[in-house]
C-alpha cells in the first residue's frame, strides 16, 4: 500500500467515509459487492467481486477516488 493510498484511506475515515464489504451469501468465501457509506448515506455498487487481490486493488482505487474528488 503506498503512502498516497494511505493518506486517502486517512481522510476518508476523518470525514466519515467508508468502503464496506457486503458478502451476497454465507459460503467461505462468497462474492461480495462494495458500499460506500458517507456521512450516513449508502451507496450499493452494482459489481460483484471475488475475495482476491482484484478486490484488494478496487477498495484502493475507491479510496483514491473518493479523496480526489470530495476534498
Given at each position: 500500500?503506498?503512502?498516497?493510498?494511505?493518506d486517502a484511506?486517512?481522510?476518508?475515515?476523518?470525514?466519515?467515509?467508508?468502503?464496506?464489504?457486503?458478502?451476497?451469501?454465507?459460503?467461505?468465501?462468497?462474492?461480495?459487492?462494495?458500499?460506500?457509506h458517507r456521512?450516513?448515506?449508502?451507496?450499493?455498487?452494482?459489481?460483484?467481486?471475488?475475495?482476491?487481490?482484484?478486490?484488494?486493488?478496487?477498495?484502493?482505487?475507491?479510496?483514491?477516488?473518493?479523496?480526489?474528488?470530495?476534498?
Amino acid at each position: 500500500m503506498t503512502r498516497n493510498v494511505r493518506d486517502a484511506i486517512s481522510w476518508c475515515f476523518k470525514n466519515d467515509i467508508k468502503v464496506i464489504v457486503k458478502p451476497l451469501t454465507r459460503t467461505r468465501r462468497p462474492e461480495v459487492k462494495l458500499e460506500i457509506h458517507r456521512q450516513g448515506r449508502i451507496q450499493i455498487g452494482k459489481e460483484t467481486y471475488r475475495q482476491d487481490k482484484k478486490l484488494g486493488d478496487k477498495i484502493q482505487e475507491l479510496y483514491l477516488y473518493l479523496h480526489k474528488t470530495l476534498r
